[in-house]
């Protein structure tokens, strides 16, 4: 496939490339010795993934005991 840079240095990517990838409307570009390497990036409303989070922590039954539990360990552990 051939795709050709505008006087505005944009790319229009070609059809048939972007079937093969889920849809999208944000790419991350890296340049690596020549090359551009296009991934796919999605775009989260801000606190959703909070939410989720939040969601699944009470999913598995997880309450703050919990957590503080794991921070004391956690600690402890690194002073030994």
């Known amino acids: 496939m051939l795709a050709k840079k505008t ?9 048939k490339a972007l079937q093969e990838i ?7 570009v ?5 090359v551009l390497i296009l991934k796919t990036v999605t775009m989260a409303e801000p606190g959703s ?6 969601q699944k922590i009470k ?3 997880i ?14 552990r690194r002073r030994r």
């Open 59 to 61: 999913e598995l039954g």
């Open 7 to 15: 006087s505005k240095n944009q790319v229009t990517l070609p059809k």
């Open 22 to 28: 889920p849809e999208t409307d944000y790419f991350d």
């Open 30 to 34: 890296t340049a690596k010795g020549g």
């Open 49 to 54: 993934r909070l939410t989720a989070v939040r």
């Open 63 to 76: 309450e703050m005991k919990d957590v503080d539990r794991a921070i004391a360990w956690a600690r402890g």
